[in-house]
């Protein structure tokens, strides 16, 4: 698995379709989502905490279930996200299956961990002009990851993934916010 995401954050192109070929790379890539979704629903937890105790509304329960919402619509994200991927690579005459999109995809979550730890040490330290530089920087690298991983998994170009990356974002965070407020809304709690 090292090795994997070694390759994913050195974007050595036959890593990443060693990664969408490899079956077995399915439940390595949930594990990274899966941190991913911990770490994005802890920083979650401890902003909003912050910001309801802050105007006197002193919540836990709250962000916690914030926290709890955070995790849910970051892995239905990774999911839409592959099945965009494929469709999007598709009108392009791209050739994938959704399981190798998931795989890929859920390796290129690295970017995102590397990116939350930073937030955390942001958090706690204060030091945010120079958290924000790095999130930047590594948010840019994801999309790397993403470019490299449609090019090499589907078999189109790196322009023709550049654009598939960048439409089945878009999309995927438009839909994931509306799955958010959808869950939101069903249990009745309001957005921070």
Do not use: H
């Not at 945010?128 to 999130?135: D, I, K, L, W």
């Not at 438009?174 to 069903?186: A, M, P, Q």
């Amino acid at each position: 698995m090292f090795s994997r995401i070694l390759g994913t954050l050195t974007f050595r192109r036959a890593k990443y379709l060693e990664i969408a070929k490899d079956r077995t790379a399915t439940g390595q890539a949930i594990i990274l989502v899966v941190i991913s979704a911990v770490l994005f629903s802890l920083i979650e937890i401890i902003v909003f905490a912050g910001e309801w105790v802050g105007a006197g509304r002193a919540n836990i329960v709250r962000a916690i279930g914030w926290g709890a919402v955070s995790f849910v619509s970051s892995f239905a994200s990774w999911i839409l996200t592959a099945v965009l991927l494929v469709l999007i690579a598709g009108l392009f005459k791209g050739k994938t299956t959704v399981g190798e999109m998931l795989r890929v995809t859920g390796f290129v979550e690295i970017f995102a961990i590397l990116a939350y730890v930073c937030a955390l040490v942001v958090a706690i330290s204060g030091l945010v002009s120079a958290g924000e530089v790095v999130f930047f920087v590594i948010a840019f690298l994801a999309l790397g990851g993403y470019i490299v991983g449609v090019s090499e998994t589907t078999g189109i170009t790196v322009g023709k993934a550049l654009t598939t990356a960048f439409i089945a974002d878009i999309a995927g965070f438009f839909v994931t916010v509306f799955i958010t407020d959808l869950i939101l809304g069903v249990l009745k709690m309001p957005a921070p």
